[in-house]
């Protein structure tokens, strides 16, 4: 009889502790994946920072170029794209992160151009509105920088929790997918050509 118990205590203790470890573990991928979401909505939330500073730099940079609507129209135009394409932190696979990185590399690229509109208008680049909008613009795009940064550490810690051994069998049971980093877009690696 004294037995039996020794045995049934026994068996009671080694299936709570293998409950409290998968729950642990199962807690600890869940966390992961909430800071990956977490660090995502960061990064829109720059993103949708920018896209904010953009009607207002381009109502600025109107009033003293009024003959460059093309390059205007071009910025109005890539930030309704960027602000139209939107992934939920859950499905960030490659094909979702690659869309939402060409829209935004789209609205870059406009800025860019607008910025070689503006070195024509000296009164412009001297206007204080535009001053504090392009300052804005270029403190937004260093936090953009950070905040990318910031959801790629948070996204390699999540994927290597979810490969490791055992959580990788854990993870294919309970539907943990990896996350998709941010990449720097093609061609960022060749430096720009400077022509005088």
Do not use: C
Not at 39 to 47: D, L
Not at 158 to 181: C, H, L, S, T, W
Request: hydrophobic fraction near 45%; charged fraction near 25%; proline fraction near 3%.
């Amino acid at each position: 009889m004294k037995k039996s118990y020794i045995v049934l205590i026994v068996i009671g203790l080694i299936l709570v502790m293998t409950f409290m470890w998968i729950k642990g573990t199962y807690n600890s991928m869940v966390t992961k994946e909430e800071s990956v979401s977490t660090a995502w909505a960061q990064v829109e939330n720059v993103y949708q920072r920018r896209a904010d500073l953009i009607p207002n730099l381009v109502n600025t940079v109107k009033g003293y170029a009024e003959h460059e609507k093309g390059t205007l129209q071009a910025v109005i135009e890539a930030r309704s794209k960027a602000t139209g394409v939107n992934i939920n932190a859950d499905n960030l696979d490659p094909a979702a992160m690659k869309k939402f990185m060409a829209a935004q590399d789209g609205l870059s690229s406009a800025l860019s151009k607008l910025m070689v509109v503006v070195e024509r208008y000296p009164d412009l680049k001297a206007n204080q509105n535009f001053l504090a909008l392009q300052s804005q613009l270029e403190g937004t795009e260093n936090r953009i920088a950070t905040e990318r940064r910031r959801f790629n550490e948070a996204a390699k810690a999540y994927n290597v929790a979810i490969r490791k051994f055992p959580n990788n069998i854990f993870a294919g049971m309970f539907g943990f997918d990896k996350k998709e980093y941010f990449k720097s877009t093609e061609g960022a690696e060749k430096a720009p050509e400077v022509k005088f």
